[in-house]
């Protein structure tokens, strides 16, 4: 099976939003809702994409439905990032490899997803992207893995997602000119970017 994008849709943008009233994934860039942004690159690139959202958030569910995407629901969103990766993983274990991707990343290019899934398709076992700014390099998302991080993967827990796999691994950092790897939507302001 080739590889598969998972794209993690299911966090409650607290700090775009304290009151909860407005979902930061279906705010509009250019007329489109961040989170189809985000959808359309992976989409572009990978057959398939598994889209995690948190029950009851019919409205991202459709709108990510509507494109392609396979939806499911993650009752354990509210304990952090990890069991929403873990939740997608078990989706798409038949896949080779994943690129998981965040929702709140609309800018990302599907260049960018290209080469990191043709760095895992090649060998890499965690392709990361980098990209050259003013400061120096900077590491940014999405991330790719192989087939051979799975159970250290399935095992992850709380909010830090898979921080600790690539900090403590061989990671292929790849070289993208792609600043949008380094930008998500987590206040209003973000949404002018």
Request: charged share 20%.
């Amino acid at each position: 099976m080739p590889l598969a994008g998972i794209l993690l849709a299911a966090g409650r943008g607290r700090r775009f939003d304290p009151l909860g009233q407005r979902n930061k994934l279906l705010q509009p860039i250019g007329g489109v809702p961040v989170v189809v942004h985000s959808a359309r690159h992976l989409l572009a690139v990978l057959p398939r994409v598994v889209a995690v959202v948190r029950e009851g958030d019919e409205a991202t569910a459709a709108q990510l439905a509507a494109l392609g995407c396979e939806v499911t629901a993650c009752a354990e969103a509210d304990s952090g990032m990890a069991a929403s990766l873990v939740h997608g993983l078990r989706h798409a274990l038949d896949a080779s490899g994943w690129v998981v991707a965040l929702g709140d990343m609309p800018r990302v290019q599907p260049g960018t997803i290209a080469a990191l899934a043709g760095a895992v398709a090649q060998g890499a076992d965690i392709a990361v992207p980098v990209y050259r700014n003013a400061s120096g390099t900077e590491r940014g998302n999405p991330v790719a893995f192989s087939r051979r991080h799975l159970p250290q993967l399935l095992a992850l827990s709380g909010d830090r997602g898979a921080r600790g796999i690539v900090r403590d691994n061989i990671v292929n950092e790849v070289a993208v000119d792609d600043p949008g790897i380094l930008l998500d939507i987590d206040t209003p302001p973000d949404l002018m970017q």
